[in-house]
């Protein structure tokens, strides 16, 4: 089931037992490399099920695997990767950016899995994380799901790929350190009617995410929350009825002392109602990080690449152990 199930696509011998108590982690949605600036697309309401073309696949592809190799994090989460999607014009998204990291595990869980079509139209779609250590251990949580299918064709099947990592303590040996970092790579639901979906799975992302902190874990949230994480005041020219998918983030039902991690100066996402133009498509930030009261936000920075390649923009953060 792609609900529950996780593919190690590369577990290198030589990778660290541990992580150290700084990390740096981009999250990013990368649209499978379909949606970039010359995209749009027919959920968002714009016209389009397919990226402009298979060129266009590839030049987005180029331009997201020189951003992540520009990041140097020692955690990605990446959303939306896919795999030889017809979506994507079978370009295979997910093997080109494994192969870009040999140095570092790969897991992926697909959220997006198509059944019994043939080869060129089956769709594997879902979040790939890559880490310069070990695990200790991965699995999935899963979420609620939307009740009606995307397009009226797929049903994507929401949940956490949690992974666990060892954490460098000079003070004491691996075996009596039992504290982990615990990183969730995170995609909640977009187009569940006045954002029903998406409390439900707030709700559950939280009561796994606190019972983590409980046993002592410094337990970090990513990726794409499809809620408004701060409010912002983009200049834009959208008209409503293409801003039917906002909802904010329930920041009163927040667990106390857990903290948002976003760059209030730089959008993380954009309309797909039409290719992009800037100060006409509206643009917001619901991509970054939540984290666990023992866990310090040092540093958080969207890198902004005009979104020429993607419709979200990566964001990154450095973060310690308190």
Avoid at 193 to 211: H, S, W
Wanted: proline share 6%; glycine share 6%.
């Amino acid at each position: 089931m792609p609900s529950i199930k996780i593919k190690i696509l590369n577990e290198p011998k030589e990778l660290p037992a541990q992580l150290d108590k700084n990390i740096s982690i981009t999250a990013w949605n990368i649209g499978y490399a379909g949606l970039g600036e010359k995209s749009d697309f027919i959920m968002d309401g714009g016209k389009s099920y397919l990226p402009p073309s298979r060129a266009e696949v590839k030049s987005n592809l180029f331009g997201i695997k020189e951003t992540l190799l520009s990041l140097n994090s020692d955690v990605f989460l990446l959303q939306e990767v896919s795999n030889k999607s017809p979506l994507s014009f079978l370009v295979p998204v997910r093997s080109e950016i494994v192969a870009l990291f040999p140095n570092f595990l790969a897991i992926f869980r697909a959220d997006i899995a198509s059944r019994g079509l043939p080869w060129p139209l089956r769709v594997c779609h879902g979040t790939l994380s890559l880490a310069k250590a070990k695990l200790t251990s991965s699995n999935v949580i899963t979420l609620p799901h939307e009740p009606t299918l995307l397009a009226g064709l797929l049903r994507r099947r929401y949940g956490l790929l949690v992974s666990r990592f060892a954490i460098k303590n000079n003070d004491k040996p691996i075996e009596k350190n039992n504290k982990q970092w615990v990183i969730a790579n995170l995609h909640l639901a977009a187009f569940d009617e006045k954002g029903a979906t998406r409390q439900k799975q707030f709700d559950a992302v939280f009561a796994f995410a606190k019972q983590e902190y409980k046993k002592g874990n410094y337990v970090v949230l990513g990726g794409d929350w499809n809620m408004e994480l701060t409010k912002t005041t983009f200049t834009h020219k959208t008209p409503k009825k293409h801003l039917f998918w906002r909802i904010g983030f329930p920041l009163d039902r927040l667990p106390k002392g857990w903290k948002i991690g976003v760059d209030e100066n730089v959008p993380s996402v954009r309309t797909m109602h039409k290719p992009y133009v800037r100060g006409e498509n509206y643009t917001s930030i619901i991509d970054g990080f939540i984290v666990s009261p023992n866990v310090k936000i040092k540093k958080i920075k969207t890198l902004d690449t005009g979104f020429k390649n993607t419709d979200h923009l990566p964001v990154s953060g450095n973060f310690s152990t308190k």
